[in-house]
C-alpha cells in the first residue's frame, strides 16, 4: 500500500513533465541492460557539479567519484584505514615519514589515449601526479588543504610512493581517504582539460558511461577492478548504476515508494510522517518492500554565537549557558525527527568519535536557566533579554520549538529565515549574531570538530565561526598534534571539548544518524559514520 500525495493545480504541470522524463530514461537504461535486476537506481536531488575527484566536495559530488575512483588507502564501515591502491605501508621518522607499496595489478579504465592496449597499469608516479595537481593553484582544488601538513611526496619506484609530514598528524592516513586523493591518469585529464569532469577515468569499480547533466547519470561495470569480495568472487556485482536528478526530496521518495529507484538517504519533512512512526520504526504498509538502515553520524548541528558581536546578549556567558539548559533534545528529537537522531547532552565532538564524553554538555534544566537569566539582568541591567537565530527554511521547525522553550524561561527569541548561500556567507564574514550550522566530518578524528575553536582559524580564513579564543584550549590542540599516545590524544580532546561547553560558544542540538530506505530486493549496501555511499559489493535479486 502507497499513501497518495496531493499536488497543487500550479504543481501538477511540472510535476508530470519531470516524472514522463523519467519513465522515459528509467525505460530506456532497462531496454539496454540485459538484466534490470543489475542495475541500481537512486536520485540526487542536489545535482553533480563534476566527476572529477579533485572537486569531490559534496556528498553528491562524493557518492558518484567513489565509484569511479580509488586512492591509496579507504576506509571501513568502522572507520577503520585500511588497503586499497597501497597494499601495505609503513610509518616512520617519528611518524613523518609515510611509506607505501603499491599493488602492480590495478588498471586504468579503457581509453583511446592509452594506446594499443587502451589502459595501462597504475604506478607511484601517477600518485605524484595526483598529488601535484591537487596542489596546483591553476586547478584550484577545494581539496588543497589536505596537503597542508605535507612537506613532500615522491615516486621511489614504480610501486613505492613516499609521502614526508613538517610534523607529525595522527589523522592523515585518514585524510588520504578522502576523494580528493584519487589517482588520476596525466595523459587524459592533460588531453581534456577542465572538460576531464564530464569524462572521467579512473580505477573504480564502476566506469563512466554517459551524462546528461540535471537528468540522466549513467556508470557501468569496470570488468578490470582488482578488488575481490572474502570468498574471491571480483567485485563490483553489479553491471550498472543509474543516477537521475528529480530535483526535490518529495519527488524522490515518490519514485522511490513506487519502486523506481532503489534508495532514499536521509529523512526529510516532506514524507518523514508517510513513512515512520514517531519512534523512527517503519509504518505497516512498507514493512513488506522497504528495509531501513540506521547508526550514528559524523555530524553535529547547533547554534552558534559569534562571540566578537556587540549584542550583550551574545557576549554573556551567562545566556549562553541559559539558552543550552533551556529546551529538552530529547522531546526536540522525538517530535520534529520522529527519533532519527541522538539528543546532544555531551559536547561538540559527537557520539561515535574517540574523544565523544556524554557528560561534557548541558542537560534539560529550566529552572537553571530561569536563574542564569535572572542574573544576566542583574549584572547588565537589561530588563527584556532577547537573541535573533538565523536560520534556512529547511531548520526552522528546529527553531522555531527553541524559541518557543526559551520563551517559557524568559528570553525572547527571533528567528530569521534567508536562503542557505547568504547564511553561509554571513556566517563567514561575521554578520550574524547567532545561527544554525552543522559540521560533518571531513575525516574520522576530533581534531577535525576541534579545529573549530582554535584561534587561528577565524573565519573568513578558516572555520573557527563564532572566533572562540582560548589560551589554554590552543595549547592543548597544538599538543595534541605531536601526542602519539591514541589514549593520550583522545583524553586531550575530551578536555579540550569540556572547555568549549563551558564557555558555550555554540548549543549543540543533536547528532545526526545515517539513515537509509532501500528495497528489499537490495543488499550489502551497508551503512558508514561518514555517509559515503559504497555500491562495489551490493546486490539486487529478483522480487518474488
Given at each position: 500500500?502507497?499513501?497518495?500525495?496531493?499536488?497543487?493545480?500550479?504543481?501538477?504541470?511540472?510535476?508530470?513533465?519531470?516524472?514522463?522524463?523519467?519513465?522515459?530514461?528509467?525505460?530506456?537504461?532497462?531496454?539496454?541492460?540485459?538484466?534490470?535486476?543489475?542495475?541500481?537506481?537512486?536520485?540526487?536531488?542536489?545535482?553533480?557539479?563534476?566527476?572529477?575527484?579533485?572537486f569531490s566536495k559534496d556528498n553528491a559530488d562524493i557518492w558518484a567519484t567513489n565509484q569511479l575512483f580509488n586512492g591509496l588507502v579507504q576506509m571501513d564501515d568502522s572507520l577503520n584505514v585500511i588497503p586499497c591502491i597501497a597494499?601495505?605501508?609503513?610509518?616512520?621518522?617519528?611518524?613523518?615519514?609515510?611509506?607505501?607499496?603499491?599493488?602492480?595489478?590495478?588498471?586504468?579504465?579503457?581509453?583511446?589515449?592509452?594506446?594499443?592496449?587502451?589502459?595501462?597499469?597504475?604506478?607511484?608516479?601517477?600518485?605524484?601526479?595526483?598529488?601535484?595537481?591537487?596542489?596546483?593553484?591553476?586547478?584550484?582544488?577545494?581539496?588543497?588543504?589536505?596537503?597542508?601538513?605535507?612537506?613532500?611526496?615522491?615516486?621511489?619506484?614504480?610501486?613505492?610512493?613516499?609521502?614526508?609530514?613538517?610534523?607529525?598528524?595522527?589523522?592523515?592516513?585518514?585524510?588520504?581517504?578522502?576523494?580528493?586523493?584519487?589517482?588520476?591518469?596525466?595523459?587524459?585529464?592533460?588531453?581534456?582539460?577542465?572538460?576531464?569532469?564530464?569524462?572521467?577515468?579512473?580505477?573504480?569499480?564502476?566506469?563512466?558511461?554517459?551524462?546528461?547533466?540535471?537528468?540522466?547519470?549513467?556508470?557501468?561495470?569496470?570488468?578490470?577492478?582488482?578488488?575481490?569480495?572474502?570468498?574471491?568472487?571480483?567485485?563490483?556485482?553489479?553491471?550498472?548504476?543509474?543516477?537521475?536528478?528529480?530535483?526535490?526530496?518529495?519527488?524522490?521518495?515518490?519514485?522511490?515508494?513506487?519502486?523506481?529507484?532503489?534508495?532514499?538517504?536521509?529523512?526529510?519533512?516532506?514524507?518523514?510522517?508517510?513513512?515512520?512512526?514517531?519512534?523512527?520504526?517503519?509504518?505497516?504498509?512498507?514493512?513488506?518492500?522497504?528495509?531501513?538502515?540506521?547508526?550514528?553520524?559524523?555530524?553535529?548541528?547547533?547554534?552558534?554565537?559569534?562571540?566578537?558581536?556587540?549584542?550583550?546578549?551574545?557576549?554573556?556567558?551567562?545566556?549562553?549557558?541559559?539558552?543550552?539548559?533551556?529546551?529538552?533534545?530529547?522531546?526536540?528529537?522525538?517530535?520534529?525527527?520522529?527519533?532519527?537522531?541522538?539528543?546532544?547532552?555531551?559536547?561538540?565532538?559527537?557520539?561515535?568519535?574517540?574523544?565523544?564524553?556524554?557528560?561534557?554538555?548541558?542537560?534539560?534544566?529550566?529552572?537553571?536557566?530561569?536563574?542564569?537569566?535572572?542574573?544576566?539582568?542583574?549584572?547588565?541591567?537589561?530588563?527584556?533579554?532577547?537573541?535573533?537565530?538565523?536560520?534556512?527554511?529547511?531548520?526552522l521547525s528546529f527553531c522555531e520549538y527553541i524559541q518557543r522553550e526559551l520563551q517559557k524561561v524568559g528570553l525572547q527569541v527571533n528567528v530569521d529565515v534567508i536562503p542557505a548561500a547568504t547564511l553561509k556567507d554571513a556566517k563567514?564574514?561575521?554578520?550574524?549574531?547567532?545561527?544554525?550550522?552543522?559540521?560533518?566530518?571531513?575525516?574520522?578524528?576530533?581534531?577535525?570538530?576541534?579545529?573549530?575553536?582554535?584561534?587561528?582559524?577565524?573565519?573568513?580564513?578558516?572555520?573557527?565561526?563564532?572566533?572562540?579564543?582560548?589560551?589554554?584550549?590552543?595549547?592543548?590542540?597544538?599538543?595534541?598534534?605531536?601526542?602519539?599516545?591514541?589514549?593520550?590524544?583522545?583524553a586531550l580532546y575530551t578536555k579540550m571539548d569540556s572547555l568549549i561547553m563551558q564557555d558555550a560558544p555554540v548549543v549543540v542540538m543533536f547528532y545526526d544518524e545515517v539513515v537509509r530506505f532501500t528495497r528489499k530486493n537490495v543488499?550489502?549496501?551497508?551503512?558508514?559514520?561518514?555517509?559515503?555511499?559504497?555500491?562495489?559489493?551490493?546486490?539486487?535479486?529478483?522480487?518474488?
Amino acid at each position: 500500500m502507497v499513501k497518495r500525495f496531493f499536488l497543487s493545480s500550479s504543481e501538477l504541470p511540472h510535476y508530470i513533465s519531470i516524472c514522463c522524463a523519467i519513465f522515459i530514461l528509467i525505460s530506456c537504461e532497462s531496454n539496454n541492460q540485459s538484466n534490470s535486476n543489475s542495475v541500481f537506481r537512486y536520485n540526487e536531488h542536489k545535482n553533480i557539479g563534476s566527476l572529477d575527484p579533485a572537486f569531490s566536495k559534496d556528498n553528491a559530488d562524493i557518492w558518484a567519484t567513489n565509484q569511479l575512483f580509488n586512492g591509496l588507502v579507504q576506509m571501513d564501515d568502522s572507520l577503520n584505514v585500511i588497503p586499497c591502491i597501497a597494499k601495505n605501508w609503513t610509518v616512520t621518522d617519528s611518524a613523518t615519514t609515510y611509506t607505501f607499496n603499491l599493488r602492480n595489478d590495478v588498471y586504468f579504465h579503457k581509453h583511446e589515449l592509452f594506446g594499443k592496449d587502451s589502459t595501462r597499469t597504475v604506478t607511484a608516479q601517477d600518485f605524484e601526479y595526483s598529488l601535484n595537481r591537487l596542489q596546483d593553484k591553476q586547478v584550484a582544488s577545494p581539496g588543497s588543504w589536505v596537503l597542508n601538513k605535507v612537506a613532500n611526496f615522491k615516486a621511489v619506484n614504480d610501486t613505492v610512493f613516499q609521502i614526508q609530514l613538517k610534523q607529525p598528524f595522527p589523522a592523515f592516513l585518514g585524510l588520504l581517504t578522502m576523494k580528493y586523493c584519487s589517482v588520476v591518469p596525466k595523459e587524459i585529464v592533460a588531453h581534456y582539460g577542465s572538460d576531464f569532469r564530464s569524462n572521467p577515468i579512473g580505477t573504480g569499480p564502476f566506469k563512466f558511461k554517459r551524462w546528461e547533466e540535471n537528468i540522466k547519470l549513467v556508470f557501468r561495470k569496470n570488468n578490470l577492478y582488482f578488488e575481490k569480495d572474502t570468498n574471491g568472487n571480483q567485485l563490483p556485482y553489479l553491471e550498472a548504476v543509474a543516477i537521475t536528478f528529480l530535483p526535490d526530496k518529495q519527488s524522490e521518495f515518490l519514485q522511490f515508494a513506487q519502486g523506481n529507484i532503489d534508495y532514499v538517504s536521509g529523512l526529510d519533512a516532506s514524507y518523514k510522517d508517510e513513512i515512520l512512526t514517531s519512534k523512527g520504526e517503519l509504518r505497516a504498509q512498507y514493512k513488506t518492500d522497504v528495509d531501513i538502515i540506521r547508526g550514528p553520524y559524523l555530524n553535529t548541528e547547533y547554534l552558534a554565537f559569534y562571540l566578537d558581536s556587540e549584542v550583550s546578549e551574545i557576549q554573556s556567558k551567562l545566556l549562553r549557558q541559559a539558552v543550552n539548559y533551556g529546551f529538552d533534545r530529547h522531546k526536540m528529537m522525538t517530535y520534529l525527527r520522529n527519533g532519527i537522531g541522538i539528543p546532544a547532552n555531551g559536547g561538540f565532538i559527537p557520539k561515535g568519535l574517540p574523544g565523544y564524553n556524554e557528560q561534557t554538555g548541558y542537560s534539560y534544566q529550566p529552572e537553571k536557566a530561569k536563574q542564569l537569566i535572572d542574573d544576566f539582568k542583574a549584572e547588565t541591567g537589561i530588563t527584556q533579554p532577547s537573541i535573533t537565530i538565523t536560520t534556512t527554511s529547511n531548520y526552522l521547525s528546529f527553531c522555531e520549538y527553541i524559541q518557543r522553550e526559551l520563551q517559557k524561561v524568559g528570553l525572547q527569541v527571533n528567528v530569521d529565515v534567508i536562503p542557505a548561500a547568504t547564511l553561509k556567507d554571513a556566517k563567514a564574514n561575521g554578520k550574524l549574531d547567532m545561527f544554525r550550522a552543522s559540521w560533518v566530518a571531513d575525516y574520522p578524528d576530533a581534531e577535525n570538530y576541534l579545529s573549530l575553536y582554535y584561534s587561528k582559524n577565524f573565519a573568513p580564513n578558516g572555520p573557527n565561526y563564532t572566533h572562540f579564543k582560548n589560551e589554554l584550549f590552543d595549547t592543548w590542540y597544538e599538543q595534541a598534534f605531536t601526542e602519539t599516545n591514541t589514549k593520550s590524544r583522545e583524553a586531550l580532546y575530551t578536555k579540550m571539548d569540556s572547555l568549549i561547553m563551558q564557555d558555550a560558544p555554540v548549543v549543540v542540538m543533536f547528532y545526526d544518524e545515517v539513515v537509509r530506505f532501500t528495497r528489499k530486493n537490495v543488499n550489502g549496501l551497508g551503512i558508514n559514520p561518514i555517509n559515503l555511499l559504497e555500491l562495489k559489493k551490493v546486490r539486487k535479486t529478483t522480487l518474488q
